[in-house]
């Protein structure tokens, strides 16, 4: 069989340790699919990539010069695989216009593209964004579009055309046999005290964009009370973020200003290893980030998911467990902590045919593009648990990418902030560069301890 070269598309650039999770997922899953019909490995090439393929400065230009990067990619790739990333963002996200001109140039090079298991923003009948994203997924070179959330908008958006669509698990939910970790049993946890919990924290403005009435202070001493609860009752605990840096903010300032003591605490996380040892020190989690609650079920951790967005009760529901995500009205330690021992005592029971779904379509949707003539069916779980490779652990180079993607990130966000800043304040003490000398002081020191590692 000749070379066949997969342009793989994930938000493997984020801070998110998930999103890296979810790149590490597909492309084992990609590579068992390779096996799964007879491609010899040294034959398939997957080119991972950021779904950002499309870069800023074109989308703010429109220079065509800007374009190469993407046309390189997508003119020798012989299919486009679009994998768990939230790829539909509209409402208060321009990523949808990126989405857009990735799938015109793979109609201008006719390149197939599937997306597998991807985030779905609720589809619109009026709203103009929503409705350009609907004529671009009526290219012929979309072939397949299966979602983690949102079924209903997917088929929608693609209505009327002979685009097959289906309602999938997470890719990370394999995050076990991805990353070479034992799954826990299912039988549960004891409900003795003594066990460690979990405890995930988000960025303080998340949820006034998510339209929840619920601010920094109402996280911080929704926290410690869960803390003081946890210690009442002789629980231990661990604090920490999925590795976004604004998350990583928030958790900073429970352990500067509000008596989180540090060893408590792992307030930079930057690779997939270091949050799935986070989570293996736990026997239970209380998540906001989704992905937390996801790699915890795929190492079978109990966890509570904490309801900011339609996708978190989704995912429970879909895993067996819609008790399991608490609305914000139930965002209190009694409650939360209630539902946690529940799940703890009963387990993580995983379902064959849900953990399957989205391996079944990957290969349903490259088995057409790639093999159209191929008799070999689906591998069964047990047979993809064996050919799926694992993990090879982040390299230093790859580690020092990730944090230097990182601190560009929080020098933008503190650039902005400082802009604010200077913007309400008429004095003459506080400058832009006295503002932004304290900043990258800050920034540095952390810089430094990076390098050193």
Same mark, same amino acid.
């Given at each position: ?16 340790? #998930?999103? *890296?999770?979810?790149? @590490?997922? =597909? ?7 390779? +096996?799964?019909? /007879?491609? $010899? ?118 209505? #009327?055309? *002979?685009?097959?669509? @289906?309602? =999938? ?7 076990? +046999?991805?990353? /070479?970790? $034992? ?271």
């Amino acid at each position: 069989m000749s070379n066949t070269e997969v342009l793989l598309l994930t938000n493997r650039d984020s801070d998110n340790i #998930g999103d *890296q999770i979810i790149e @590490a997922s =597909v492309i084992s899953l990609l590579r068992a699919v390779g +096996s799964n019909l /007879g491609i $010899d490995p040294k034959s398939l090439t997957i080119r991972s990539r950021a779904a950002s393929i499309i870069s800023r400065k074109y989308m703010s230009t429109r220079d065509e010069s800007l374009l190469e990067p993407a046309r390189r990619a997508i003119s020798r790739a012989d299919v486009i695989v679009f994998g768990g990333a939230p790829l539909f963002n509209y409402r208060y996200q321009s990523f949808y216009l990126r989405t857009i001109r990735t799938l015109e140039l793979a109609a201008e090079y006719d390149v197939p593209v599937l997306f597998s298991s991807i985030g779905v923003e609720p589809y619109s009948e009026t709203n103009e964004r929503s409705q350009q994203l609907k004529q671009a997924l009526r290219l012929p070179v979309v072939r397949q579009l299966t979602t983690r959330d949102d079924l209903e908008s997917a088929t929608k958006y693609v209505e #009327g055309t *002979q685009t097959p669509t @289906a309602l =999938v698990s997470d890719p990370a939910v394999l995050a076990d +046999s991805v990353f /070479g970790v $034992d799954s826990r049993p299912a039988e549960g946890s004891q409900t003795d005290s003594g066990r460690c919990i979990g405890l995930v924290v988000t960025r303080a403005g998340i949820f006034k964009d998510n339209g929840i009435d619920f601010n920094e202070a109402d996280q911080r001493r929704f926290w410690l009370d869960i803390i003081s609860q946890l210690e009442s009752r002789g629980d231990d605990y661990r604090i920490f973020t999925t590795g976004h840096f604004s998350d990583e903010i928030f958790l900073d300032s429970l352990v500067r200003y509000h008596g989180v003591p540090n060893k408590k605490a792992a307030v930079t996380l930057n690779a997939p290893e270091e949050l799935i040892a986070e989570l293996q020190k736990c026997d239970g989690v209380i998540a906001y980030r989704l992905h937390a609650s996801i790699t915890s079920f795929a190492l079978g951790i109990p966890s509570i998911g904490l309801n900011w967005n339609f996708k978190v009760p989704d995912f429970y529901r879909s895993m067996g467990y819609p008790e399991r995500a608490l609305e914000d009205s139930d965002w209190n330690s009694a409650k939360v902590l209630e539902a946690l021992d529940v799940a703890m005592s009963e387990g993580v029971a995983k379902d064959p045919d849900t953990l399957m779904s989205v391996y079944r379509t990957l290969f349903t949707g490259m088995k057409g593009i790639v093999a159209p003539n191929s008799e070999a069916d689906a591998y069964s779980l047990s047979e993809l648990r064996e050919k799926m490779p694992t993990y090879a652990e982040t390299s230093r180079k790859q580690y020092q990418e990730k944090m230097r993607r990182k601190l560009r990130r929080s020098y933008e966000y503190y650039q902005q902030r400082i802009s604010m800043d200077v913007a309400k304040t008429s004095t003459k003490t506080e400058t832009p560069d006295s503002i932004g000398k304290r900043v990258v002081r800050g920034l540095r020191k952390v810089q430094k301890r990076v390098t050193r590692s």
